[in-house]
Nanobody, 123 residues
Framework: VQLQASGGGLVQAGGSLRLSCAASRRTSSNNAMGWSRQAPGKEREFVAA????????FYADSVKGRFTISKEYGAHVVNLQMDNLKPEDTAVYFC?????????????????WGQGTQVTVSS
């Protein structure tokens, strides 16, 4: 399974970006998908996850209320709408396919990862 993320870029604080990630195989339509991020000099951290049918979502406290993850039922695409962006959101964002229909914050719950897309938020 290959994952291709897109939508990253440079935005001012308070602005919005929408990330998308498409998986190469439809097996991901039965799996949870998620996003994590890694800022320079920091460890990768969980951002958000969505269940296989898009019905359940889970967010890191740092993005709750500002980011929205979505996945259409039967689709192999996951989106991350990021609003009210802050400079501390600056990072490379990675999408991933979960091992099962539901997944959470642990990296071990995911078995396929994309290469990442850069998000830079200026103050």
């Amino acid at each position: 399974v290959q994952l291709q993320a897109s939508g990253g870029g440079l935005v001012q604080a308070g602005g919005s970006l929408r990330l998308s990630c498409a998986a190469s195989r439809r097996t991901s339509s039965n799996n949870a998908m998620g996003w994590s991020r890694q800022a320079p000099g920091k460890e990768r951290e969980f951002v958000a996850a969505v269940s296989w049918n898009g019905g359940a979502t889970f967010y890191a406290d740092s993005v709750k209320g500002r980011f929205t993850i979505s996945k259409e039922y039967g689709a192999h695409v996951v989106n991350l709408q990021m609003d009210n962006l802050k400079p501390e959101d600056t990072a490379v964002y990675f999408c991933a396919v979960g091992r099962r229909a539901f997944a959470g914050r642990e990296a071990s719950e995911y078995n396929y990862w994309g290469q990442g897309t850069q998000v830079t938020v200026s103050s």
